[in-house]
């Protein structure tokens, strides 16, 4: 069993930022894809980030593109999303997946339990 916890939301101005972090406790979490995805009111969970098992490949959502980095962390267990320039449409619960393989081409199949971001105008 996996389990991922998010950590770092809260509310910012539009233009700020915030850096969120997921922790896991797969005891094999080097050698599988970690993403990020997200949700806003009304609407589907959606793609934000991925990053590869060695943290060599990453792959940002077009509508974060030059905002959003993802990292990790293989020793720390850990990865990240640093968000900046912030948008009220960024405005989501953000949750950190953990994928079945090393890639994010192969699926995620576990979930953390979300962090809620609010940006305001």
């Known amino acids: 069993q ?4 998010e950590s770092g939301g809260g509310l910012v101005q539009a233009g700020g930022s915030l850096r969120l972090s ?3 406790s797969r005891r094999t979490f080097s050698s ?3 993403g990020w995805f ?3 009111p009304g609407k589907e969970r959606v793609f934000v980030a991925a990053i590869n098992w ?14 959003f980095t993802i990292s990790r962390d293989n020793v720390k267990n850990m990865v990240y999303l640093q968000m900046n320039s912030l948008k ?6 953000y949750y950190c997946a953990a994928g079945v393989g090393s890639n994010w081409t192969q699926g995620f ?3 953390g339990q979300g962090t809620q971001v609010t ?3």
């Open 38 to 40: 997200r949700q806003a």
């Open 32 to 34: 599988y894809a970690m």
């Open 2 to 5: 996996v389990q991922l916890v």
């Open 109 to 111: 199949a576990y979930w």
């Open 22 to 24: 997921c922790a896991a």
């Open 88 to 93: 009220p449409e960024d405005t989501a619960v």
């Open 54 to 67: 060695s943290g060599g490949s990453t792959l940002n959502a077009d509508s974060v593109k030059g905002r």
């Open 119 to 121: 940006v305001s105008s």
